[in-house]
């Protein structure tokens, strides 16, 4: 079946610094990738997806790239700030073998704190 | 802008009771879902509905487990006979269509004691 694997966290940065989260997923076919974030006391919201290969999602300065030769899809920012502080989520859906496969398969999540 | 919102926030249960766990999810949205999210593990798909019937479940979704959508508006989550095990924070979710954005809401906490 379908499973995400997530660099494990916490990470800690400083304002301004350049983020990397790795994320790899294991799927058949072509999955749609996607990345949530979870700001504290609040749901997932959506940050950003791909839904084919090469593609680049992008929103808030936050980009990551659909790389199906190493199934993977990094979440990367140049310089990140306070409010960047939450926890992120890659995730992806469909790239089964058939049937309803439109349901999220979830990393375990990477708790971002950055310090003033 | 138009957002899922849940009730309660925050649910405490005795073991063995019964929970209903409440969603009110974007009303052009077709496909409603549930997931779960134990205290420090990954968030699980639960169960996915669609023209009134479950489309989709996981195997965390047995027979303690239903989903209902009462009216044109709520979309529930019941636990028969809840169990410790079942202490999570339960998020709805609802999209459009089966491939377009979930939306999520901001989740109910529920705690067996």
């Known amino acids: 079946g379908n499973s995400v694997t997530q660099m494990e966290g916490p990470v800690t940065l400083s304002e301004e610094a350049f983020l990397t989260i790795n994320c790899t997923y294991t799927a058949t076919g072509y999955p749609s990738l996607f990345w949530y974030v979870q700001y504290p006391g609040e749901g997932l919201q959506l940050l950003l997806k791909a839904t084919k290969a090469d593609d680049k999602g992008s929103n808030k300065g936050f980009e990551a790239t659909y790389r199906k030769e190493t199934t993977s899809f990094h979440l990367e920012k140049g310089s990140v700030q306070v409010s960047d502080s939450a926890v992120y989520f890659c995730?992806?859906?469909?790239?089964?073998?058939?049937?309803?496969?439109?349901?999220?398969?979830f990393g375990k999540g990477t708790l971002l704190t950055v310090n003033p | 802008e138009p957002e899922v919102t849940q009730t309660p926030s925050h649910q405490v249960t005795q073991m063995g009771q019964e929970v209903i766990l409440r969603c009110v999810p974007i009303?052009?949205?077709?496909?409603f879902y549930w997931y779960r999210q134990i205290l420090g593990q990954k968030v699980e798909f639960l169960v996915s509905f669609y023209n009134n019937e479950i489309s989709e479940k996981s195997e965390i979704f047995d027979d303690q487990f239903s989903v209902e959508r009462p009216d044109g508006s709520n979309f529930t989550l019941k636990i028969r006979s809840t169990k410790l095990e079942d202490s999570a924070m339960y998020f709805c979710a609802s999209s459009e269509w089966a491939y377009n954005e979930q939306f999520f809401g901001p989740g109910t906490r529920l705690t067996v004691l």
């Open positions: 009303s052009n949205h077709l496909y």
């Open positions: 995730a992806l859906s469909g790239g089964g073998s058939g049937g309803s496969n439109y349901k999220l398969t």
